[in-house]
């Protein structure tokens, strides 16, 4: 049997382990190095070329309905009461159980509730995970559920009647999401009267309908636009470090919010 020799180290190379290159064959093992070497295509704002997957969007619409499942078990079990009792937002508790800031994102008040939010949650998911990629999408999702919740915990009036009301669903995540959708929009130059049309369609039914928790949405929204401008003008070159130590500072700027308000208290 006839070898030839790897252009990188010399070895023969069998004829089913040649791997093409420019200039002559590589090895495998060769051929190896040189792809972990590269870095992988990305896109505009970072996600990988490679990876179209929506896997984040998926586990958390998965994630929320197997909780709506859990709210709705009889309540001769206790269970239903129990997962509703434990996760959702409310501002009297947060001092002593606060994650109830993000575990109230996961609970919905109605079948209805949770297929409009898990609906946009996966419209909005299949443009925007596969383009900022699954870490900053993630960061931008939980941010702006976080956002929300803060939003409720300083707008509800201690002792008030709101002081001791539950708030549940993703809908300060998703508010994030079209904030994100619409900032991102604007970065690249494309038309946004859609976007538009559509949060000031669902500001106006947050601020008109009742039991819409409106301080929720709109602090989902703001968040979401912060953290998305953070990740929209990060420089490409610097784009890694500036994206972390936004979604840092977001963050803590949260904590600092929710800290702040129970010391008033």
Request: include cysteine.
């Amino acid at each position: 049997m006839a070898y030839v020799r790897c252009q990188r180290c010399g070895r023969p190379v069998c004829p089913a382990c040649q791997v093409p290159s420019a200039v002559g064959v590589h090895c495998v093992d060769c051929a190896a190095r040189a792809s972990a070497g590269r870095r992988a295509p990305t896109t505009a704002l970072g996600g990988r070329l490679s990876d179209g997957s929506t896997l984040v969007t998926k586990a958390l619409i998965a994630v929320c309905t197997v909780v709506f499942i859990a709210q709705e078990i009889p309540a001769s079990t206790g269970m239903g009461l129990s997962v509703i009792r434990d996760l959702a937002l409310v501002p009297a508790f947060v001092g002593a159980q606060p994650w109830r800031l993000l575990t109230s994102a996961l609970l919905h008040g109605s079948i209805m509730h949770l297929a409009f939010n898990m609906w946009a949650l996966w419209v909005l998911g299949e443009a925007l995970e596969p383009l900022l990629g699954r870490w900053r999408y993630s960061a931008l999702m939980a941010l702006s559920a976080l956002g929300g919740s803060t939003a409720v915990y300083w707008l509800s009036a201690s002792g008030s009647r709101d002081w001791f009301t539950a708030t549940v669903g993703a809908s300060g995540a998703v508010f994030g999401l079209f904030a994100a959708m619409f900032v991102i929009q604007r970065r690249f130059g494309r038309d946004t009267t859609g976007i538009v049309g559509i949060l000031a369609l669902n500001l106006v039914f947050s601020f008109t309908a009742a039991g819409i928790s409106w301080q929720g949405h709109l602090g989902g929204l703001v968040t979401g636009g912060v953290v998305a401008a953070v990740y929209a003008w990060a420089p490409r070159e610097r784009r890694g470090t500036l994206s972390a130590a936004g979604t840092a500072a977001v963050a803590l700027a949260l904590i600092g919010l929710v800290a702040l308000r129970l010391a008033s208290l």
